[in-house]
């Protein structure tokens, strides 16, 4: 069964340093959108993305973010300059965005640690 | 998209049926019921969807009430492996609302 892969799935930074999450969506999936989930609290969407371009954004989306899909297969979310409270469990889905059902399919997460 | 109200916790004796309700009132008429779940912080896993009718498919059934303000997620028969945080959503499949809106959830606690 076709699945979202997320890689690191664990990743250590210092505050200040960029990062680069990358998932690889479904093969046929034309949505892709990141969610992040704060320890013990709920999942929170920031970004979604289409035809490659943003097509949504939540305001935690701020400037220090950005997606990428600089291939056919990747999607990435950079975040430019951490800082500790963008420690957080990182999810990536995808969806086909057809027209009768649009259900969304979460990878793995990362896990990201900012000291 | 429209709220959704969820009990805090449940629990179920392995084997039994569990039934987790999800009261969503304000529901629009071009608006889904979606059933996800999250185990200990792996990514939330997609359960079922149904607009008016019942659904069932392998891991569940989903029962919608006829005025569609509210649903109930049905595990046959629960095992330990379906303890989780179950989150019902409510959202339109057309429009820019294509963002999923978790809530809290429903942490179901399934015993020995």
């Known amino acids: 069964e076709p699945e979202v892969t997320q890689t690191p799935s664990h990743q250590v930074t210092q505050m200040g340093q960029e990062v680069i999450l990358r998932c690889v969506p479904i093969?046929?999936?034309?949505?892709f959108y990141w969610y992040r989930q704060i320890l013990g609290q709920k999942v929170e969407f920031l970004v979604s993305f289409y035809n490659n371009e943003i097509s949504e954004k939540s305001e935690i989306f701020d400037d220090q973010f950005s997606v990428e899909r600089p291939d056919g297969s990747n999607f990435t979310l950079k975040i430019r300059s951490t800082k500790l409270e963008d420690s957080a469990m990182y999810f990536c889905?995808?969806?086909?965005?057809?027209?009768?059902?649009?259900?969304?399919?979460f990878g793995p997460g990362t896990r990201l640690t900012v000291l | 998209d429209a709220k959704t109200t969820q009990p805090p916790s449940m629990d179920c004796a392995e084997g039994r049926a569990a039934n987790l309700p999800c009261n969503h009132s304000t529901i629009s008429g071009n608006e889904y019921v979606y059933w996800y779940r999250q185990i200990h912080s792996q990514g939330p896993q997609y359960i079922i969807h149904g607009l008016k009718n019942n659904e069932t498919n392998e891991m569940a059934s989903l029962i919608i009430t006829e005025d569609r303000k509210s649903s109930t997620l049905i595990l046959p028969h629960a095992t330990l492996r379906d303890t989780a945080v179950y989150y019902c959503?409510?959202?339109?499949?057309?429009?820019?609302?294509?963002?999923?809106?978790f809530g809290k959830g429903t942490l179901l606690t399934v015993n020995p």
């Open positions: 889905a995808s969806s086909t965005g057809g027209r009768r059902t649009d259900t969304q399919y």
């Open positions: 959503i409510v959202r339109a499949h057309r429009g820019s609302n294509y963002k999923l809106t």
């Open positions: 093969s046929n999936h034309l949505y």
